[in-house]
Every structure is written in C-alpha cells, then in structure tokens.
T-cell receptor, first 114, second 109 residues
Framework: DAGITQSPRHKVTETGTPVTLRCHQTENHRYMYWYRQDPGHGLRLIHYSYGVKDTDKGEVSDGYSVSRSKTEDFLLTLESATSSQTSVYFC?????????????FGEGSRLTVL | GQNIDQPTEMTATEGAIVQINCTYQTSGFNGLFWYQQHAGEAPTFLSYNVLDGLEEKGRFSSFLSRSKGYSYLLLKELQMKDSASYLCAAMDSNYQLIWGAGTKLIIKP
C-alpha cells in the first residue's frame, strides 16, 4: 500500500470558481504526478513534481497550477474552472527515487464543472 | 507524433485465453507498461517490458517487440474478476509515459 489519499473524492462546482485538489502520501516518495482521465483518451499528465518546490508541466497543463511545499502533499489548483475540466483526476507516485513508469495511483477525484 | 493504439473493447469467455494488443510510436523508448483498471477504480501496475520477449507473471504474460513497436498482454484461465480496462503505456526518451485509451475486457460466463 503506497499510502496515497486524494481529497475531495467528489466535487461539483460552477464555471469560474477556483478548485484545489489535494494529494497526500504517507511516505517520502520524491516523484508525484497529477493526471486526468477522460473517456476515449488515455491518461494525460497535467503536472508532476520531483521534490519540494520542484515541479514541471505535463502535456495538458494549461488552466492548472500545482504546488508542493511539503514532501507529502501535492496540490492541484484550477484557478477558474471550466466545463472542459470536468474529469476524473488521479494523483500518482513513483516509489523509486527516479522517474519510472511503475506508478501507484490514488483513488481519484471526480470533478464536475457546471 | 507519439501514439499508442489498442482495441477499444474485447469480449472473452471465462476460462479462456485472451490477447490484448498494443502498438506504439514514441520519440525514443524506455519501456512498455501494462496497467489494469476496474470500473470506478484507480489503475494498478501489471507489467513492465524493456527488452524483447515474454515476461510471465502467473496468469498474465506480457510480450514486447521493439523492432515492431508492438506489445501484447496475454491473460490465461480468465476469471470474471478480470473484467476491467487494460491500459498500455510507453515511456519515451524523456521518461514521460504515453498512454493508450485502454481496452475494456468483458468476460462472459
């Protein structure tokens, strides 16, 4: 058990409101990721982090920002939510000390933007 | 561009064998991964191939041909609990995972 929790698990919000999703890990793994998953698409990387205050953009980073002020927490923020950001968001970690493809995922956060 | 192709849906019978194919095109290659995802749940890691050949892990095996940009996941002695989506992902030269859209496997009694 990689000890990853996401919150909230479900959220309904309105267009234009800010939303923050939290990913918390109980172990000091270096690499953390935020993905979104939509029907007909593969998982798409939004942002990732390779340490405290070290983050980088993924392929679909527009409209999203992240912060990692502590090893255990990786926050994803939608500054002004849009309907196109309705999705299931997964946080993931790599238990290795480097960026590998063997990821452990949180349970997901289902976001609906009306 | 980078791309992963896998069938959208497959149906198989309990107790049988099924092969899920995946073809990939990436800028560089650092491995091929298979994940299982039950409906409404998170993906879970199944296998990793970086060298050509077959890797066997219990009822599941994964094959890779780097020259053909091709992999398959083989599931034997299918059980109802194997009903899930199977995600293929290739890692490119920047160690980024490129994901397929997943193959939904339906197991019938």
């Amino acid at each position: 058990d990689a000890g990853i929790t996401q919150s909230p698990r479900h959220k309904v919000t309105e267009t234009g409101t800010p939303v923050t999703l939290r990913c918390h890990q109980t172990e000091n793994h270096r690499y953390m990721y935020w993905y979104r998953q939509d029907p007909g698409h593969g998982l798409r990387l939004i942002h990732y982090s390779y340490g405290v205050k070290d983050t980088d953009k993924g392929e679909v980073s527009d409209g999203y920002s992240v912060s990692r002020s502590k090893t255990e927490d990786f926050l994803l923020t939608l500054e002004s939510a849009t309907s196109s950001q309705t999705s299931v968001y997964f946080c993931a970690i790599s238990e290795s000390d480097r960026d590998t493809g063997e990821l452990f995922f949180g349970e997901g956060s289902r976001l609906t933007v009306l | 561009g980078q791309n992963i192709d896998q069938p959208t849906e497959m149906t198989a019978t309990e107790g049988a064998i099924v092969q899920i194919n995946c073809t990939y095109q990436t800028s560089g290659f650092n491995g091929l991964f298979w994940y299982q995802q039950h409906a409404g749940e998170a993906p879970t890691f199944l296998s990793y191939n970086v060298l050509d050949g077959l890797e066997e892990k219990g009822r599941f095996s994964s094959f890779l041909s780097r020259s053909k940009g091709y992999s398959y996941l083989l599931l034997k002695e299918l059980q109802m609990k194997d009903s899930a989506s199977y995600l293929c992902a290739a890692m490119d030269s920047n160690y980024q995972l490129i994901w397929g859209a997943g193959t939904k496997l339906i197991i019938k009694p």
